[in-house]
């Protein structure tokens, strides 16, 4: 499956973005999906999961409250709706998808199979 993230852009401090990841050429419906970041000079780091079905989601403790994640699985789309940012949200964020067999914490990026190529979030007053 192939992943397009779209949606970064240049915020200010509390605005909102909203993050796309388009999927092309396998069943979307077949991958959890999951949003991770990476600011400069900083490990990637996990930010949110869904699952399959979209029943069920995880956050990284830093978004919780503020970042939700969404699916469309007839649109073949991921989102991340991103409120009340921060300058440490700055980062070039990344969707992915993760394969049905994998029972490992979504946390971990390792446990993805495909990636996005990013797209650069920036916080700034």
């Known amino acids: 499956v192939q992943l397009q993230a779209s949606g970064g852009g240049l915020v200010q401090i509390g605005g909102s973005l909203r993050l796309s990841c388009a999927a092309s050429?396998?069943?979307?419906?077949?991958?959890?999906m999951g949003w991770f970041r990476q600011a400069p000079g900083k490990e990637r780091e996990f930010v949110a999961h869904?699952?399959?079905?979209?029943?069920?989601?995880l956050y990284a403790d830093s978004v919780k409250g503020r970042f939700t994640i969404s699916r469309d699985n007839a649109k073949n789309t991921a989102v991340l709706l991103m409120n009340t940012l921060k300058p440490e949200d700055t980062a070039v964020y990344f969707c992915?998808?993760?394969?049905?067999?994998?029972?490992?914490?979504?946390?971990?990026?390792?446990?993805?199979?495909?990636w996005g190529q990013g797209t650069l979030v920036t916080v700034s007053s």
């Open positions: 050429g396998g069943t979307f419906s077949a991958y959890a």
């Open positions: 869904i699952t399959r079905s979209g029943d069920a989601t």
């Open positions: 992915a998808a993760r394969r049905a067999f994998r029972v490992t914490t979504p946390v971990g990026a390792s446990s993805y199979d495909y």
